[in-house]
């Protein structure tokens, strides 16, 4: 510390370049984390190009799903009567005693 200032002086100066150290480390970190997020943005969001593609894909498949949906209510089921099982008979139980 100079002897020459006043103490108030030399607390302002050191408080100023205190205050300014920390702003430019804030600074630094949040160019740091705004790089971070842009490489990680990057990996996890399709390309453009192959967005369109799924697109394309997933459209053909709605429309051929639509297609097979209607073919399959076009066959007709047959009716309830028809569909149901015969009953088994139940056999008559057989007497053991030859007596």
Same mark, same amino acid.
């Not at 510390?1 to 100023?16: E, I, R, Y």
């Not at 997933?58 to 949906?69: D, E, I, P, R, Y």
């Not at 028809?82 to 030859?98: F, I, T, V």
């Given at each position: 510390?100079?002897?020459?200032?006043?103490?108030?002086?030399?607390?302002?100066?050191?408080?100023?370049?205190?205050?300014?150290?920390?702003?430019?480390?804030? !600074?630094? $970190?949040?160019?740091?984390? #705004?790089? @971070? +997020? /842009? =490489?990680? *943005? &990057?990996?996890?969001?399709?390309? %453009?190009?192959?967005?369109?593609?799924?697109?394309?894909?997933?459209? !053909?498949? $709605?429309?051929?799903?639509? #297609?097979? @949906? +209607? /073919? =399959?209510? *076009? &066959?007709?089921?047959?009716?309830? %009567?028809?569909?149901?099982?015969?009953?088994?008979?139940?056999?008559?139980?057989?007497?053991?005693?030859?007596?």
């Amino acid at each position: 510390m100079d002897d020459d200032k006043p103490v108030l002086d030399q607390m302002t100066d050191a408080m100023s370049s205190a205050a300014d150290a920390t702003k430019q480390a804030a !600074k630094k $970190a949040v160019k740091k984390v #705004k790089t @971070a +997020a /842009k =490489k990680v *943005a &990057k990996k996890v969001t399709p390309k %453009k190009k192959a967005a369109k593609k799924s697109k394309a894909k997933k459209a !053909k498949k $709605a429309k051929a799903g639509k #297609k097979s @949906a +209607a /073919k =399959k209510s *076009a &066959k007709k089921r047959p009716s309830r %009567k028809l569909r149901r099982r015969p009953l088994k008979r139940k056999r008559k139980p057989r007497s053991r005693s030859a007596d």
